[in-house]
């Protein structure tokens, strides 16, 4: 079953490209959407809530297009980061009256579900205005699953929340994963995704930069040899250097510079500085000549 | 934790995609929607900015019973009360609450948690008018009245005209800057462009204008049951109520259109 579906979705903004050409299914289970500040996640959640018109492609989820249709909101449910909730009401009230919203048989039935599936009840009673971070971002996610939505969209949902809550808050998503729901939520922090979710989608630059299995996305970062473009003061010395290193298995000398393959990305990287050092050779460039994973790695290694 | 969320989320995963079987049937709610009605007058008379609203009609007031004692010209109540209640009171009450009870929402992102429902958006756009005028009405046309009262007694032609004008006045404002507030994140800016240079300015050089100047409604109303020149009208009845039911329902269908259109920005850029 597929809930969510974006076929060559593109979005910009004026001359600034927002999302580029992405294509994915998401299905039941938690999906982590990793990528650094600014890659184009949150632009991305918009869009899949139907606040936010794609510039090209299609986009559905529970097979309808969510943009100008209110009724998608049956389906979703969202929690997005920065926006804020009427800090005059209690929890309870604030949550009962999104129940109402959503015209729910019973909304304060729905609502005491929510706030206790939040761990929320001790504290429902106070304004909002009161509540810490992480209780404001709890008493958030209680409004978004109060009409038990299929799909529940989280934007950064663990910023501002202590360890306990953090945990606690993974927990919890991790149950609605395991129950069939289907959760999205974004995250630039690597462990957060590492911990909890088993599909991510990385997004870096407004691409889909790398997609599936947590753990085979990580494998294949870490053990597939990787082409390196070399340009330093003196490339054949720097090449008989490196090919004695067990990091790199081939050198080659080209007109453009010296093309190094590693089969150990970490070990190469951290050997080359020091190797330059002590044979004297100044390095003028260094280049990933792999395209379509170098903006991963670079994330990845960065974090 | 664990434990007790599953116990909590335990419905079959099929029933999901289809929506949430625990929906009250129909719509029950009729256009106008209670819930965001309530939160929107919780949250306009809960902003300490709002309070300002208060200050003029207060003022208003407090000099209508001044002259009222002092002044020796019997003129004063359809001059004074119809230039400064209808150019200044009026307009500045609706403006501040009008271009709030929307534009607010959105600068601070209260209204997402409001649109992330299936509520229908024309339904949002008129509750947060009727809201804003219901205050409007409150804290512009009943100290307008009450002025009135003062200067000529609760039952003359000037108090009663003064309330029924101010509370059109009230409604043409609102669903006008409400509109404002979703086209554009500074309807103060441009509300008050209106005010000032296209109902002060040009309305009182060029005699169209007035047809498309919301005080010119108001006094025409006013000036049926006041039936005094002092007021500077110059629409008639028909074409002052013809011409605020016409304004009203087309900003609002346009702020409903433009709000169905909401987009959030995003993280890039």
């Keep these: 079953m597929t809930a969510i579906e974006l076929t060559n979705v593109s979005r910009w903004y004026g001359n600034v490209v927002a999302i580029n050409d992405v294509s994915m299914t998401i299905g039941p289970g938690v999906t982590g959407l990793l990528g650094p500040n600014g890659a184009g996640k949150t632009t991305l959640l918009h869009m899949i809530a139907g606040f936010l018109e794609p510039s090209r492609g299609q986009l559905t989820v529970a097979g309808s297009v969510p943009w100008r249709n209110p009724g998608i909101f049956r389906a979703i449910g969202l929690v997005l980061e920065r926006d804020s909730v009427y800090g005059f009401l209690t929890g309870a009230e604030f949550v009962t009256a999104i129940a109402t919203l959503h015209e729910l048989a019973n909304p304060a039935a729905a609502a005491r579900r929510a706030i206790d599936i939040v761990e929320m009840a001790d504290a429902q009673d106070r304004r909002i205005s009161t509540y810490s971070k992480g209780m404001r971002q709890r008493i958030k996610v209680a409004a978004a699953l109060v009409h038990d939505p299929a799909v529940l969209l989280l934007d950064e949902p663990f910023n501002g929340m202590d360890p306990r809550q953090r945990l606690q808050m993974m927990d919890l998503l991790d149950a609605m994963g395991q129950q069939g729901r289907v959760i999205v939520f974004s995250s630039h922090i690597l462990e957060e995704v590492e911990r909890l979710s088993g599909t991510i989608q990385v997004i870096v630059g407004g691409r889909l930069a790398a997609s599936g299995d947590f753990r085979a996305i990580r494998r294949l970062m870490t053990s597939r040899p990787h082409v390196f473009l070399v340009r330093s003061s003196d490339d054949r010395l720097l090449g008989s250097a490196l090919i004695g290193r067990p990091a790199v298995t081939g050198v080659e000398l080209t007109p453009r510079g010296l093309q190094v393959r590693a089969s150990d990305y970490g070990a190469f990287t951290r050997e080359l500085a020091g190797l330059t050092r002590a044979e004297g050779i100044r390095l003028r460039e260094l280049l990933p000549a792999d395209e379509s994973l170098e903006s991963v790695f670079a994330y990845l290694i960065a974090s | ?269």
């Design chain 2, 1 to 269: 934790m664990t434990h007790r969320a599953s116990q909590a989320i335990s419905r079959p995963p099929a029933a999901r995609l289809a929506g949430s079987g625990q929906r009250a049937g129909r719509s029950r709610s009729g256009v106008v929607n209670r819930v965001i009605l309530r939160l929107t007058i919780r949250a306009t008379m809960g902003r300490k900015r709002a309070w300002i609203f208060a200050i003029a009609p207060v003022i208003l007031v407090c000099v209508s019973a001044l002259l009222k004692l002092t002044a020796r010209s019997p003129v004063w109540p359809p001059e004074f009360l119809g230039v400064f209640g209808f150019t200044v009171v009026l307009p500045l009450t609706a403006l501040i609450i009008g271009t709030s009870v929307l534009g607010a929402e959105i600068d601070d992102g209260t209204l997402v948690q409001v649109l992330a429902t299936p509520v229908r958006r024309l339904s949002v756009v008129l509750s947060k008018f009727i809201a804003a005028a219901a205050l409007t009405v409150a804290f512009g046309a009943v100290p307008l009245y009450l002025a009135g009262a003062i200067a000529t007694g609760p039952a003359s032609g000037l108090a009663l005209g003064l309330l029924a004008g101010a509370a059109a006045a009230a409604v043409v404002y609102n669903a006008l800057f409400v509109l404002l507030s979703v086209v554009t994140s500074r309807a103060i800016v441009f509300g008050l462009l209106y005010l000032l240079v296209w109902e002060g300015l040009l309305g009182s050089l060029v005699a169209g204008v007035r047809l498309l100047s919301v005080d010119q409604y108001a006094l025409g109303i006013a000036n049926s049951l006041a039936r005094t020149g002092r007021l500077h009208a110059h629409l008639t009845l028909p074409t002052a109520i013809g011409m605020s039911v016409a304004v009203t329902c087309i900003a609002l269908a346009l702020a409903a259109r433009r709000l169905a259109s909401f987009s959030l920005k995003g993280d890039v850029v």
